[in-house]
């Protein structure tokens, strides 16, 4: 199996929950600086790097993008009306070999409520460059968040209203912001405000 890389360790762009299952191995008294053993000719984790790489290379793009699965909770299931949701958002990649996902603009995933992006009818912009998701193999990215309970209005083009939605069922899903054409990851869930 492969591990993770030598240099990761560190928390990502969403903060690791640290589930990887694959941690870096400490240096024994045989290992050279060039991380070879001195007894057998084994490879150490820099070379499991190089095969981590390789491997994640030859993984097709659209095997990449369903092997990160989406997970998307609530704190609770029923809401007052005007109460904010607290939202947690999971993204992890199954595979034990790094995965990047590209996504056709800057946002690399995104989050809605009843269909519009982020409770807004706002146009969003954002940055037409392509960008990747990037996962570690078997690494957990987790984002949490507080939706205020509101969904958000622009009308006659600059006044902007906060409207306490009616009583009723809401389904929130989170995504990774793949090109529309393409398979993209995602999970929902349901609430119901009273």
């Known amino acids: 199996m ?37 007894r057998d000719g084994s490879s150490s984790d820099r070379s499991r790097y190089t095969a981590a ?13 369903r092997a990160i699965s989406v ?16 939202i947690t958002v ?6 034990p070999v790094p995965v990047e996902v590209p ?10 409520v009843d269909g519009e992006l982020e409770a807004s009818d706002e146009r969003r912009y954002t940055r037409a460059n392509p960008s990747s ?22 009308r006659n083009g600059d006044r902007h209203e906060s409207v306490v939605p009616s009583p009723g069922e809401y389904e929130i899903r989170a995504f990774v912001a793949t090109h529309e054409d393409a398979f993209s990851p995602s999970d929902a869930t349901t609430i119901r405000i009273s």
């Open 2 to 38: 492969v591990g993770s890389r030598p240099r990761d360790g560190g928390s990502s762009e969403l903060g690791s929950s640290g589930g990887s299952g694959f941690g870096r191995s400490a240096p024994n008294s045989n290992q050279r600086p060039n991380g070879r053993s001195d």
């Open 53 to 65: 790489t390789f491997l994640s290379a030859l993984l097709p793009t659209s095997i990449g993008r």
């Open 71 to 86: 997970s998307v909770e609530t704190n609770r299931t029923v809401y007052d009306r005007d109460e904010p949701v607290e």
């Open 90 to 95: 999971e993204f992890e990649n199954r595979l």
């Open 103 to 112: 996504t056709p603009e800057q946002r690399r995933w995104g989050w809605s």
């Open 133 to 154: 998701f990037s996962f570690r193999g078997g690494e957990t990215k987790r984002a949490s968040f507080t939706w205020n309970g509101r969904f958000e209005r622009v």
